[in-house]
């Protein structure tokens, strides 16, 4: 296993999940303003997120993942074009989005057994992931006409978003 390019992988995708969620607060910020420090707060731990695996790329002198700014502007795109479609279908794609996350990392994190430092801080990360799959699945409340459209294009962008990771 080559624990660079998960690395790079896992901070690829929270580049891509900051730009969802500050594609979420532009449009919750004309129509959904009651939910914009929710989403703002979820867009801060992404950052934060994009940053831990960066920093730990940097302490293993390893490079990030080409175009990784790219990751960012598509997450923008689909946010914004996801928060058109209104409040709930936010909450069904942040869920989705943060329930496979959450599987990747229990993929992952044994991968990382002999690297105690990293293990500690994927499952950190993966807690505060936990907290947005839980937010979003409250934001999206019950099954709506939209909620198997946006679930398809959720799971769509975020296995198409670790598979062009893991090619740059």
């Not at 500690?120 to 934001?139: M, P």
Request: glycine residues 8%.
């Amino acid at each position: 296993m080559n624990i660079e390019k998960e690395l790079r992988i896992m901070h690829a995708c929270e580049m891509g999940a900051v730009g969802v969620y500050r594609g979420h607060k532009c449009v919750a910020r004309y129509f959904f303003r009651k939910n914009l420090a929710e989403l703002d707060n979820m867009r801060f731990h992404e950052k934060d997120h994009a940053a831990i695996f960066s920093s730990l790329l940097k302490e293993r002198n390893a490079r990030l993942c080409l175009g990784h700014q790219l990751f960012f502007w598509g997450g923008l795109i689909y946010g914004v074009a996801v928060g058109f479609m209104g409040l709930r279908a936010i909450g069904t794609s942040t869920y989705t989005i943060e329930r496979i996350v959450d599987e990747e990392f229990d993929i992952a994190l044994p991968k990382f057994y002999r690297e105690k430092t990293i293990s500690d801080k994927i499952r950190a990360v993966q807690l505060e992931e936990q907290e947005h799959r839980d937010s979003g699945l409250e934001l999206a409340g019950e099954q709506y006409f939209l909620s198997g459209f946006v679930e398809t294009i959720a799971k769509t962008g975020a296995y198409t978003a670790k598979f062009l990771a893991s090619s740059l």
